[in-house]
């Protein structure tokens, strides 16, 4: 009788893991089929939650950009690694340490060459440099797991010039 009058107290939470769950899997599936359509290798990339080892490096031994917000990636899920035009390019969905409890999504675009390959950006799309890597991401208000979408990433792989 008692456990009666929690199941609907339970039901509620457990809805909204389900569909946080869902979320993650439908961005995961949209990114593997962007891979597989460009020809890119697609990488999980999700540590667990609770513990990380030591040594754990989320970013991509590659991926050489340092300095603001690459530099405070705690997490990193969903990489895409590919060549576009003879440019090496990473995609990567990822949490950020603000040294606050949450963190802040961001997603990169990141293109190993020196000048700006992405063409026309959004006032909200930021462009960071440095070693030799341009990296395009774009921080949000609203916290989805992800900030830019698959289509916008297909616009900026396909304005992609040398």
Avoid at 41 to 55: A, I, V
Avoid at 75 to 97: C, Y
């Amino acid at each position: 009788m008692v456990l009666v009058r929690f199941v609907p107290a339970l039901l509620v939470p457990a809805a909204l893991f389900a569909g946080i769950g869902l979320l993650y899997w439908f961005r995961a599936s949209a990114m593997r089929a962007l891979a597989l359509r460009r020809g890119f290798q697609y990488t999980n990339g999700d540590p667990p939650l609770w513990f990380r080892p030591k040594d754990y490096r989320p970013i991509p031994t590659s991926f050489r950009l340092r300095g603001y917000p690459v530099n405070s990636i705690s997490r990193t899920w969903n990489v895409i690694k590919g060549e576009k035009n003879g440019i090496i390019i990473l995609i990567l969905d990822s949490a950020l340490d603000f040294g606050v409890r949450r963190g802040r999504y961001c997603t990169f675009i990141a293109a190993r060459t020196d000048q700006d390959p992405f063409g026309i950006k959004s006032p909200q799309e930021k462009i960071a440099h440095s070693n030799g890597w341009t990296a395009l991401y774009r921080l949000r208000f609203w916290q989805i797991p992800w900030t830019v979408s698959i289509q916008r990433i297909e616009e900026h792989l396909d304005s992609l010039s040398n």
